[in-house]
C-alpha cells in the first residue's frame, strides 16, 4: 500500500527517485566529512579554511532537506538513516584524527569533483523522467561547482601543476 | 606527536575525551534519525510532530559542534565520520520507509529516554574530570529533557498506562 | 495597437500567453479557497490545518504576481478580475460554510493535485515556446508538489487506502 | 446544528453578520482588481501608480482577513469563495487589458468613493448591534478615506474641475 | 490627598475605575490559567493547544498592562497583588495537576466566554463615562472573542452539538 | 473649485474640520515646546526627563502627521505653517533659556493637562458628524492621558498636595 | 497513574519537585508585586524605577516558565493557578495603593533578598538530587542577585546605614 | 548665572552661538513648511512629491536636533519655540490652502537655496570661532544641496530656462 | 598551465566560457550606463526614474558577480577590466552630460532589449554545452524581462504607437 | 625597518602620530574608568547614570578603535598596552571602591572637560599636518562635547554656582 | 543652456567639478579592477583576499555614488560612461587571466597609494573652491588610507624591505 | 561603613571576591593586548588574525562586564581602573610596535594557557564558597578554551613539535 500516492508516472518515478536518493546520500556524507573537517583541522590556514567548511556544511545540509523533501513529494520514502549513509557513501572519505590544512584543501577538492561528476550524470537521467527533480539537481550543482572553484583556487600552486 | 596540547592532565583528560565522543555519536544519530522522521512521516499529527522534529534536529547539531569543538579545544580529535556513527550508534533506530505518526512519537520518546539514561552517567563520569565539560553535558540533559517531556506529554494516552 | 511590445515571436508569444493566463486564475481562484478554508475549518486539528492554509495562499499570491508580471513582461495583458476567476477556474472548489478537518484536508489534495497535472502539462507546451516562463511555471510546480505532500501526508489513513 | 456558537444574540447577529460578508466581498473585490490594475497599467505614471496600488491591494487583503476572522469569532461563516465574490461584488470594475495611468487613478476613486459610502451605511447599522465590529469598520474607513484622498489629490486638474 | 489626579470628574471615574479594576483582575487570573494549563497539558495535540496558549497569556499580560496603565493615567491605583487576584478571580478556574487536551480545549471556550459576556457589560456601562477607557475594552473583546473561536472551532464536535 | 473633494455632507466636514485644525495646532505646538525643553533642560534629573520629553515629542509628531492627513483625506486643506501655529497655539508655552528639572515636569502636566481637555470637548463635539475622525481622536487622547499620568506621578510631593 | 514518567529516580524527584515548585510560586508572585509596584509608584524617580521594575518581571516570568517546564519535564505537574500563589507566596509584599519612588526601592530589596536566601537553599538541597535543575537555580540566583545589586545600589543611603 | 559653562572663550562663543540658533530657527521652518507642503499637495506628481518631502523633512528635523544641542553643549541655550521660529524665519514661506505640484518644486528650490546661501556664510563665520560647529553646518550643507539638486532636476524644464 | 581546472570537456567550455564572457560585458556596461543615467536625469518624472534606475544597477551588479563566478568555478577566467567593459560593450550607450526623463526612458528600453536579444541566442547556445550556466542566463533574461517591461509600460504613448 | 610604509611626509607624520597616539591613551583611559563608575556608583540616581556611563565607554572604545587604526594607516604603530595607558593617562581619575552618584557626575564632566581641551590643540597641531586626521579629532570632539554637556546639565545645582 | 544650476560662483565650480570628476573615474575604475581581482585571484590566501576585495569594490561604489551626485548637485554633469572609465583611468591596471594572491595584494598596495595621492592634491585644491566637497574627499581618503594600510600590514615581509 | 550589603557571609565572600577581582583584571589585560595585537600585526595572514582577535577582545570585554558585576552584586567593589590593570596584570605581554603574525598566535596560546591555567584554580577554590560565582567562571574557561584551541591548531607546525 502506498502512503503517499505519486503525481508521476511509474517508470519517470523510479529514476526520479533513484537521482534523489543517491544525492541524499552524498549530501549527508558530505555534510558529516565537512563538519569532521572543520573540526579537526589545524595549520596556519586553520580559521579560514574552518570557517569556509561550515558553508560547505550548510549548503549540503539545505540541499539534503530539499531533495528528501522532493522526493517524498513524489511519493518515494527517502532514507537518510545513519547505517544507509555509511553503507552507500560514494565520495572520498577522510582518515580518523587532526588533518593538516592543505590536506583537508585537497581533500574538499576531490570530494566535491565527484560529487559533481556524479550530479551531472543524474542531470541527464532526469531530463525526461522530471524537469521538477531536474532543476533542483541543476541549481545543487552550480552552488558546488562555485565551492569547488574555491578550494581548487586555493589548492594552488597544486603539485601536478 | 600531539597537534594540539591539552590544559587537562592525562587521565582528566581520557575520561573526558571519552565522555565528549561518545555524546558526539549519540547527538550526529540523533540528527539522522530526527530528519529521517521528519522526511517520512504520515497521519493526521504530520505537520505537528514535523515541525517539532526539526527542533530536535537543530538541538542536535547545535550541541554536536558544541560537543566536538570541546574535545579539539581539550587537544582530543573529535570522530564524527559516518563510519564512525554508523558503528557506534547505541539509540534505538528506526525502519525504512514511511512512519506512521504515533510510532514517530513513540521512537522520539524512546530514543531520548535511552541518550538521557547516558548522559547522566557521563554528568557523573566528568563531575571529577572537567567540570568544564561537565557543565556542557549539564545544559545539553536539561534540553533534552524538555524535549523528551513534550513527546512524553503527546504520546498519551499510553498502550501501558 | 500593443500597448507593450514583445520580446517573443508571435507563435511562442500565444502559447506562453496561454499557460500564463491559464496559470493565473489557478493561482487566484487557489488563494481564494485556501482563505475559505483557513476561516470556515472546524475540528480538533484546526490550528495546525489554519496555518497550513495560510503558507498555501502566501504561495499562490506570491506566484500569482510573478506569473501575471511574466505576461505583461511578454507584452500579454494579464486577466485577473473578479469575474474572469470565476468563470474559468477548474480546480475543486468548496462548499458554503463551515468546512470539517479531514475534509479540508481531502479538499487540497484533490485542488492542488489537479493544479499540478495542468501545470506539467503547460511545462511541456512552453520547452519551445519560451524557456524562461517554463522555468518559472517549473518552480512553482516544485512548490505546489511540496504542499501537496504535505496534505497527502496527514490525510493517511485513507479511505481508499 | 451551529458548530461555533456566537456570543451576540441572534437579530443583533443577523445585522452585523451581513455587514461584515458585504465587506469582506468589496474588500476582496478591490484587492483584485487593485492587483488587475497594477499589472495592466500604462504611460509615464507607471512606476509612481504601480506602487501606489500594492498598498491598496495589501490594506484589503489585511482587512479582508479581520473582517472574515471576525465573522467567525461571531458565529457567522464568511464566504469568500470566487463564485461569491463575482456574483456579489458591487464597486466599479475594470475593463480587460492594458490600462492608461489617468484612467486607474479615476477608477480607483471611485471604487474607493463606493466603497466608503457602503461602509459610512454598515457603521451606522451596527452602533447598537455590535460596537466591536462597528470599531473595525471605522478603522477601515479611516484606511480607505486616506487612499482614496491621495488618488483624488493626484487626479488634479480633475476633467469636471 | 490624592496623588495622582484625575481629567475625568468624580461619578465618571468611579463607573471608569470599576470596570478596569475588574478587567485587570479577569486577565491576570486569565493569563495564571493560560500558563497553568501550558505547563500541564497532555495528549496528541499537546503542541498545538500549547502554543496556542501562549498566545492566550501573551495578549493577557499585554492587556492587563494597558488596562492597569489605563487606570492609573485615570487617577485610580490599580490592584493586581495575589490575594487581590485570587480573592476576586471570577472566571472558570481549573483543578491541580495534568490536563487533557480535550479537557483544557473546553476549559478555554468557558473562560473566554465568561470573560466576554463580563466586558460587554462593561463596554456598556463606559460609554457615557468615559469613551476612551471603552475603546480599550473593545479592542480587548475584539481580541479575546478571536481567540475564543479558535478554541471553539477546535471544540469540535461538541457533546452537546 | 475644490479640489479634494469631501466624503462627507457641509455640515459634518465643518465640525469635523475645526476639530481637526484645532488639533494640528496643539500638536504642532507641543513638539516644538517638547523640543525646547528636551534641549533646555538643567538638573539632576536631566537624563531621565531629556529622554521622556523625546517621547512625548514623537508622539505629538505622528498624530500630527494623522490628524493633517485625516483632514486633507476629508477634503479640507490642514494649515500647519509657523505663523499659524505661533498665532493659534493655545497651550501652557516655556520661557527663553534653561529650564529647571522639576519646572519641566510641571509645565508638561499643565500643557497635557489643558490638551486633554480640549481633545475631550472635541471627541463630544465629533461623535454625530464624523465617527471616523472620533476614534482619531480618541486614541490620541488615551495616548495623552497616559503621558500625563507619567508627568504627573513624578510630580509628587505636589506643592499644593 | 503518572501521565509523565520520570527520567529521575522517586527520592530524587520529590526533592527536586519541591524545590521546583516553590521556586514557582516565589517567581510568579514577584511577577505580580513586581507589576503592582509598577503602576503604583509615584515620586520624582518614578520614570527611572519604572522602567527597571519591567525587567524584574520579565526576569520572573521567563524563569517561572523554565522552572514549570522543568518540573513538567521530570514528570512533577507545577502548581500555578492564582489561589496557589496567593496562598503559598512568601516574600515580603505590598499594600495597596499609591506607592512612594523610595519605598518601592527598599520592597524589592527585600524581596529579592528573601527570594535569594530560600534559592541559596534549594541550590544545597538539589545537589545530590539533580544537577540539572540546580543548574538553573544557580542561573537564577546570578540573575536576581544583579537585580538585587542594583535596587541596594541605588538604596543608598539608607536608613541603617 | 551660566548654568551650563562652555569650552569655547567668550568672543568664539557668541559668533557660534549666533550661527547655530538663526541654523535652528531655518531648519524648524523648514520642517514646518515641508510638512504643510507635504499634506496640501495636489496634481499628478502627488505621491512622488509626497514621498521626496518627508525626506526634507526628515533631514530637516534630524539636523535641527543636532544643531540644538550642540549649542546646548556648547553653554548656549537654544530657542526653537513657536513664537520664536514664526518670528525669525527668513526663508520663503507658502500660502495657506492646497498646493499644485509644480508650486511646490519650485517653491522647495527657492527655500532650500536661500538656506543654502546663508550657511555658507555661517561656514565661513565659524572657520575661526569653531571647527567643530563648522564641520557640523558643512554636513548639513551638503545633504541640502543634495536635496536641492533633486528637486532642481525636476523642475526642468525651467520658466526661465 | 591552468590555474582552476574545469569539470566540462573542452568543447562545451568553450561554447559556455564564451557565453558568459559576453554576458558579463553586458552587465558592467549597463551598470555603468544606469549609474550614469541615474546621476544626470532631468524632468518632472526624475525621482521615479531615478530610484528605478538603481534597481536595474543592482540587478546588474549581481548578475555580473553570479556569472563572472560561474565562469570561474568552470576554469575560464572572466574578464572584466575597464579596458575591455569599454572595448566590447554592444548595447546602445549614452552621451555626455544631462539626460531628459522620457529618453532615459527611451534608453533603458532599447538597451534591455538588445541584451535580451543577445541574452536568447546565449540560452540556446549553452542548451547542450552546460545546462547549469544556462539556467543562470535564464533567471537574469527572465528578470531583465521584467525591467524591460516596466520601461515600456511608462514609456507610452510611443512615437511609432 | 618601517613595517608599513606612510602615505605622509615625515615632519606631517611625526605630528600627526603624536596627536593620535596622545588621544587613543585618553580614550582607552576613559573607556576603563567610565566602566569602573558604571560598576561602583550607589545613590538614587544610580540607574540613570549607570546607563548613561555605558554611552561614554562605547564612546570612547569605538573612538579608540578609528584612532588606533588611523596611526596604523599612516604607518605609526599605536601603544594602547596596559602600561602604556596607565603610565600615560593624563585626566582625572578615580578613587578605589564605591562612588556616590553625584560624584560620578562631577568626574565626568571633569574628565570630560580635560579630554576636550587636550582635542582641541590637537585639532590646531594637525590642520596643516593632515587634514584627514584632523577630522576624526573634530568629530570625536564633537561627540565628547555633546556628553560633556548632559553630564553638566545634570550636575546642576553646582557647589560654585 | 544649464539644466541644473549651480549654488557655486563659476571659477570656484570649475575647479571643484574637476576634482569631483576626476575622482569619479579613479572610484569607477577601482570597482573594476577589484571586482577583476576578486574572481581571478588564486592560491593559499585566495578566501581571505577574496573577501577583502569585495570591501574595496563595496566602498568604491558606495563612494562614486555620492561623488557623482555631489557633482550633479553643484551643477556638473557627472560622467562615468565605459568609455570615459577607459580612457581615463590613471591609477595601475591589471593584467589578463588568473592572479596569485602575492601579487593581487601589492597591485591594490600600489592602486590605493596612486589613488591616495591623488586625492590629497584634490583635497588641497578643494580648501579654497568648496570646503563641502573637501569635506567628502577627506572622508574618502580616510577610508582608503584604512584600506591600504590593511593591504600594505599583509605584504609584508616585502621585497624591498 | 559597606554601602552594597552581601548576601554572602564573610568568609566565602573574601574567596569569591578575591577570585572575581583578579578575573576581572586578566580579562581587562586580555581585551587591552588583544586590542594592541589587533591593530600591529603584519605578514600574510594579516585579515584572518586581524579578525579573530577580536573575537577575543570581544570575549573578553563581555565576560570582564558580567565579572565586575557580579562582584558588586555580592557587595564587593571592583577594581578595574587603568593603574590596577598595568600593576596586577599577570598574563603574557607584548612588546610595542609591530608584531609578526606568527608571533601573535604564539602569543595568544599562551596568555590564554595562563589564563586558563589561573581560572581553574579560582573554579575549584569557589566549589565551596558561592556555586553561582562558580558557574560565571566554568562558562568564561570554556570560552577562553574554545579560542585557545583556535589559536592552538593554527600555531602548527610549532617549533617544539
Redesign the interface.
Known amino acids: 500500500?502506498?502512503?503517499?500516492?505519486s503525481?508521476l508516472p511509474e517508470s519517470a518515478l523510479r529514476v526520479t527517485g533513484d537521482a534523489l536518493q543517491e544525492t541524499l546520500v552524498d549530501l549527508?556524507?558530505l555534510s558529516?566529512?565537512g563538519?569532521?573537517a572543520h573540526?579537526?583541522?589545524?595549520?596556519?590556514?586553520?580559521?579560514?579554511?574552518?570557517?569556509?567548511l561550515d558553508e560547505v556544511v550548510s549548503t549540503a545540509?539545505s540541499y539534503?532537506?530539499q531533495v528528501?523533501?522532493?522526493?517524498?513529494?513524489?511519493?518515494v520514502?527517502?532514507?537518510?538513516?545513519?547505517?544507509?549513509?555509511?553503507?552507500r557513501?560514494a565520495l572520498p572519505?577522510?582518515k580518523?584524527?587532526?588533518l593538516?590544512d592543505n590536506d583537508v584543501v585537497r581533500l574538499l577538492v576531490e570530494a566535491l569533483?565527484t560529487a559533481?561528476?556524479r550530479l551531472?550524470e543524474r542531470?541527464e537521467a532526469t531530463e525526461e523522467a522530471d524537469?521538477?527533480s531536474q532543476?533542483?539537481l541543476?541549481?545543487l550543482?552550480?552552488e558546488l561547482?562555485?565551492q569547488?572553484?574555491?578550494f581548487?583556487?586555493?589548492n594552488?600552486?597544486r603539485e601536478d601543476?
Chains 1, 2, 3, 4, 5, 6, 7, 8, 9, 10, 11, 12 share one sequence.
Open positions: 500500500m502506498t502512503m503517499v500516492r503525481t549527508l556524507g558529516l566529512i563538519k569532521q573540526w579537526n583541522i589545524v595549520g596556519p590556514r586553520f580559521r579560514s579554511i574552518h570557517l569556509q545540509r539534503a532537506d528528501a523533501e522532493r522526493a517524498a513529494a513524489l511519493g520514502a527517502p532514507d537518510g538513516r545513519p547505517e544507509t549513509v555509511a553503507a557513501f572519505g577522510t580518523e584524527g587532526w593538516r569533483t559533481i561528476g551531472r542531470i524537469k521538477v532543476d533542483l541543476i541549481s550543482t552550480a561547482e562555485k569547488r572553484w574555491m581548487e583556487a586555493e594552488w600552486p601543476a
